[in-house]
């Protein structure tokens, strides 16, 4: 098998390198832009492709496929959101390895910049890769996939709602410095291709079960004698996303005091700590995000007569494997930052 890590590691720093100007140029532009007001609606925005918000959608997703009304809005989402799943986290952002700017840009004189900006909105954090932008991902792959299904349905007055909803998504991502500009970009163009695959997959998915008849039988609408008024389950559904809305809004707000990873060799590790979980157990009785978790475990598996607090040396050998493959500035991004 082809170690694949080398040359994953250089495309991230490539991007890093290729786009600085740009990238910076954006983060001074979004960063001149903040107080108060716009940063209570960068959260709000921004937790519209939280996993807290994009998770119940696909349930209420699942259950509109049993209604045959809803059944292409339902199909579309889902499909959407399997596809961008699948192209961004179980593709991309391991192939690319990009880190996130609030660790990265620590190596640059642009850091000092940066850094005023990231704390003054909240100093948030995830526990992953860069790029693409998750977020940005979940939110232009159901808004894409909704507009397109509202168009199709001659609904086009309001079919313009998701995509602004995803675009102000989108902006919020690199207001709160938690994404390159680039990520976010790149974000939405795997929405946006998530959206229409799931839009042509669902109507793939809706002509296959009309033409299967115990498919084409499954239809909940039935068990309401007197129909279902399609403006109280408009209104109900409206109800649920915005209470699904407020609660993943809620969540993030407590973000900022979460512990952060103890990482701190080229760079101190801004990112969240995974604590708590079994997967990700201290290492020498301290916790670590994702990335370095996995850094510093290596092959590491806890066997089933191990606890999920056990603590364990980490090799020389480990150590070493690290220190190689541990992301670097490079040369072009600092004299750039110089520059």
Request: aromatic share 12%.
């Amino acid at each position: 098998m082809i170690d694949m890590l080398p040359l994953a590691a250089s495309l991230g720093d490539k991007i890093d390198s290729s786009f600085f100007g740009v990238d910076t140029a954006v983060f001074s532009f979004f960063g001149n832009l903040q107080n108060g007001f716009f940063t209570i609606l960068a959260k709000m925005f921004t937790s519209l492709g939280d996993e807290n918000f994009i998770i119940p959608i696909a349930i209420l997703a699942f259950c509109l496929c049993l209604f045959k009304k809803t059944r292409k809005y339902g199909f579309a989402m889902l499909m959407a959101v399997a596809v961008g799943t699948i192209i961004t986290n179980l593709w991309l952002k391991p192939l690319v390895l990009r880190v996130r700017p609030y660790n990265t840009l620590q190596l640059t004189d642009f850091w000092a910049q940066y850094r005023t900006w990231y704390e003054a909105v909240g100093s948030l954090s995830e526990s992953d890769y860069s790029f693409p932008s998750g977020h940005t991902t979940s939110a232009f792959e159901v808004a894409t996939a909704l507009c397109i299904c509202l168009i199709s349905d001659k609904k086009g007055r309001i079919a313009w709602i998701p995509p602004v909803l995803a675009l102000c998504t989108m902006c919020s991502r690199i207001y709160l410095m938690v994404h390159y500009p680039t990520d976010v970009f790149a974000g939405a163009l795997v929405g946006i291709t998530a959206g229409v695959a799931g839009f042509v997959l669902s109507k793939i998915i809706c002509l296959i079960a009309s033409k299967v008849k115990f498919l084409d039988a499954i239809d909940l609408g039935k068990l309401f004698k007197n129909g279902i008024n399609a403006k109280v389950c408009g209104a109900l559904i409206a109800v649920f996303v915005i209470a699904v809305w407020g609660i993943a809004f809620g969540k993030l707000l407590t973000e900022s005091d979460e512990v952060k990873c103890a990482y701190n060799q080229e760079y101190d590790c801004n990112n969240k700590a995974r604590i708590g979980e079994e997967k990700y157990p201290p290492i020498n009785g301290k916790n670590y995000c994702k990335i370095h978790w996995k850094q510093l475990a290596g092959d590491y598996e806890p066997g089933e007569e191990e606890t999920s607090e056990q603590e364990y040396e980490v090799t020389a050998e480990v150590q070493s494997d690290i220190t190689e493959a541990a992301p670097v500035a490079p040369e072009e991004t600092s004299t750039a930052a110089a520059a």
